[in-house]
């Protein structure tokens, strides 16, 4: 029986969302695994808004429980940081105790991805750090997203693998993806 990798990531909201994940499905194989992609769910058509989103949440889940790890796109989604779905999902993961590992298409610290997003940041040089335009610190550890997010990989054994591509391609090149596929492969077959 092949072991099952959770394919977490902002690439459900690409308009090519589908087909991305049958990209993965299809490199996943190759390892000989399974790869389970959220859009592949089947969910009740003719739901409200609000019954749609908890069953898609549902059967997330479902998917997470049953996958022995994950693999998450972490690559900045509407800001600085990662897309809070896929958080969530690394975090749910971890707690239920499967191997976890993440990539990002785009290198640079938190402090450097939040300055570059919020051009009123500044260092507060009486404390020592920096804060943004509301007044707020600006977290400065060094890593390349949250503490939390970071932490929880570097705990599961395996740092957030960098892969730095063009903008243009940070939802859809997969090297890192396939760099993680290498780690899994490595850590189950010990």
Sequence with gaps: MNRKIYLAGPEVFHPNAAALGRQ???LCREYGFEG??????EIAPRLTA??????????NRRMIESADSLIANLTPFRGPSADPGTVFELGYAAGLGRMTLG??????????????????????????????RLGLEIEDF??????????CLDAGGASLLINPCIEDRCLTD???????LDLVQRAFAA
């Design 142 to 151: 060094g890593l390349s997203d949250n503490l939390m997010i970071a932490c």
């Design 24 to 26: 993965k499905q299809a």
């Design 36 to 41: 389970l992609f959220p859009l592949d769910s």
């Design 174 to 180: 997969l090297a890192g993806f396939r760099a993680c």
């Design 50 to 59: 609000t019954k749609m989103a908890m069953a898609i949440y549902r059967a």
């Design 103 to 132: 990539y990002t298409n785009e290198a640079g610290t938190l402090l450097d991805k939040t300055r570059a997003a919020d051009p009123a940041a500044s260092r507060d040089a009486a404390r020592h750090v920096w804060r943004d």
